[in-house]
Each structure stands twice: as structure tokens, then as C-alpha cells.
């Protein structure tokens, strides 16, 4: 089953609220096996819902929409699509009963334009809202004009009313339509390596793997690679899935993970097997390393702490890195990294550090070592290695980017 989303709401489009009910959607209807083939974003305004609601019915027969159903003047979707479907709008005396009594027993009283809330169009199934005020829609029939069926579905804006209504009332009527069948994804998370390397190395693996599509996703942080199974029954979908997942382990460099792997977990849970502990000695990073460990629960089992020795002084004074070396090489250099990492693993006693300098940026760049320009030092009890990077991005790219690096090198060092 094809089906078209319509977020409706001003705020989105100018940015003040972000679309999280689009995401949330389309992840719960590709699990019953219905496929969002557009999605739109409109204001409030009654052409603009009325042109992408009818231009989502013309294409695919179903469309659903969240926004809208308020008791304000900006709340047109109802009255918008109950006239597209040819259902005038009814008041509903027992909605209306059980408004008044959802606002008694908070000690309130609705408003007069709380009433237009009771009103649904002729015919419609009402989407019982246990968790607000505005029930959502479900409208299905012939539209007229055009002679064909369609289906819409109207669902409050609010994140969580919206969540709810589609867990207990939408899923359980889309399922059956979607007659056995899945649209299902699995994500490999790689890290340390550019989306065109990697696609370079991992080489041409679509026909291998169709009917799945692979698709690669580049953040801050890493790559990630999604496959997807397209309409499929479920034990098809998670057997070809999981093939298409080995493969690709097999392939790419820099993965750490499935689907909502965190790297820092990775680590963590690698330290704590083989009963090991981990400090930082960060300075350009400022403690981002330490706190994205410490980020995950029970990181305590295997991170004791860090210093953060941003200035010169700091690093001589808490980590004893000697003057020489500063004077000699300069603060971010190999040297001092590695220097920072031996002494920090001494003083705070841990089986492996994580030494890090480098010049974040936008200012404080030179021939030499211009902005981007990290060292990462790994010392443990085989001793010491340092590895030099070079990474683009602002000041908080060339931060969180430096942070992911130190994570990877310090699990690519440990035991397997």
C-alpha cells in the first residue's frame, strides 16, 4: 500500500517547531508494510492543505495528515478535506459530553471554540484521542469529481497524541492492508572513513543484494549504511536483511555496529569484558571525549576521569607534560598528545588513555598546522601510538569529529 504524508503547520515551515511526527510515520507505517511515497509540509492555510491533500489523493488514493484539528481559527485540515470528500461537517453531542467531562477533571471549563472539536465529517470514523482533545479522522469514500475511492487520515499535530492515536487506532486498521508484507530497513554504522571510500571499498553490491536497495548516509560522525527491504513478506525481509548485513560487514571499513549502535557503547562494553579501564587527557575537545562516554549507562565500570588541559600551563602543571616538549614541537603535535596520554595513564592509574590536541578553529591556524589539525594519542600497556588528523568542518564539526576519531582508535587498539 502507497500513502502520502501532509504536515500541516506555519511553525514548520518556518522552523521555530521541528517535523518529528514525519519520521515517527514513516518508521511505524513501513512496519506494517505500507510505503510513504511523498511527504509535504504546507502552512495553515486552506489552499495549501487543499491542493496537497487533493494532489495526495490523486496520486496514491491515501494520504495522512497531522495538523490542524485545533480549536483555532488556523485549524482548517477537517473542514479542508471533509469538503474535498463531499461530508459536510456534524456535530457530535457525545464528543462534545466527553470533552466537557476531560476538562472537568482537570477543574476546567472548554471554550466555546473547543465545540468545533465535536465536529466531524458525515460519515467519518472517529479516532478516539484518549490523550488530548482533538479526535483524529478516518475518512474513506469516493471523492467526488474524480470518481475514485480514497482513503485520508487525520491526526492531531502533538508529538505524543499523534504517537498514540497511531499506535492503538491507525496501525491496527493499516495492517491488514498491507496483506502480510513489510518495508524494513537495517543500518551498519561505520566511522573514521569518507562516504566515497567506503563506497569504493565496499564496491558494486546492489545486484548481489536486490531486491534490497542500499543507501548511504553521511553525518558528522560517520557513515551509515541502510538497506531496505521493499515489500516482502516479513521472513523474507529478515532473512535477505540479514545476508546483506554480513556482506557488508565483510566489507566495509571503520564499522562498529547495527542500526542504533553508539560507539561509546561499543567501547564501553569491549572495556568491561576484558575488565579494563580508560581515562582522557583532552584539550582542544574540552571533555567532549569523557562525555560521550560518560553518556552511557554504567560507563563508570570502566571510565575513571579525565582532564581537560586546555592551556599550556594545565598541561605542564596536572599532567606534567614536560616544558621542552611545548617549547620544542608546540602544543599540537605528536609529541605533546603522546606526552599527554603517558602521563595521564601514570597519575590516574587506567590500562589505556586517550591523549588529544589539535587546533578546532575558526582562528589559530597556521601553514603548519592549520585549523583541523588533530593528534590522538592511544597509550595502554603495550605501549603508545599517535595518529595525525586532518578534519574540515566549523569549530564544532572539527570537535565532535576529533571526538568519533578518539573513540574508533581506541577501540581499533583493543584486544579482540
Known sequence: MNLELVTIGTELLLGFTVDSNGAELGRALAAVGVRVVRRTTVGDGVDEVRDAVAAALGRTGAVLTTGGLGPTRDDLTKEVVSGLF????????????????RYRRVGRVPAENNRC?????????????????????????????????????????????????????????????????????????????????LAERIGHVEPTIAPLTLAYLPGTTGVDLRVTAWDLDEAEADRRLAAAMELLEERAPGAFGRDDADL???????????????????????????????????????????VVAYHNRIKQSALGVPVSVLEAHGAVSEAVATAMAEAARTRLGADWTIGLT???????????????????????????????????????EVRVRATEAALALLLARLPQ
Do not use: Y
Open 86 to 101: 463531499g461530508q459536510p461537517l456534524e456535530f457530535r453531542e457525545d464528543l462534545w459530553e466527553a470533552l466537557v467531562e
Open 117 to 197: 472539536q465535536a465536529e466531524v465529517p458525515r460519515g467519518a470514523t472517529v479516532l478516539v484521542n484518549r490523550w488530548g482533545s482533538a479526535p483524529g479522522l478516518w475518512i474513506e469514500g469516493r471523492i467526488p469529481g474524480s470518481g475514485a475511492s480514497g482513503l485520508a487520515i487525520l491526526l492531531p499535530g502533538v508529538p505524543r497524541e499523534m504517537r498514540k492515536l497511531l499506535e492503538h487506532e491507525v496501525l491496527p486498521r493499516l495492517a491488514p492492508r498491507g496483506a502480510g508484507r513489510v518495508v524494513r530497513s537495517r543500518t551498519l554504522r561505520t566511522t573514521g572513513i569518507p562516504e566515497s571510500s
Open 264 to 306: 561509546a557503547a561499543v567501547l564501553l562494553a569491549r572495556l568491561r569484558a576484558l575488565g579494563q579501564t580508560v581515562v582522557t587527557a583532552e584539550s582542544c575537545t574540552g571533555g567532549m571525549v569523557g562525555a560521550r562516554i560518560t553518556s552511557v549507562p554504567g560507563s563508570s565500570a570502566a571510565f575513571l576521569g579525565g
Open 358 to 396: 589539535g587546533v578546532a578553529g575558526p582562528d589559530g591556524g597556521t601553514a603548519e598546522k592549520p585549523v583541523g589539525l588533530v593528534w590522538v594519542a592511544i597509550a595502554g600497556p603495550d605501549g603508545t601510538t599517535a595518529r595525525e588528523l586532518r578534519l574540515f568542518g566549523d569549530r564544532e
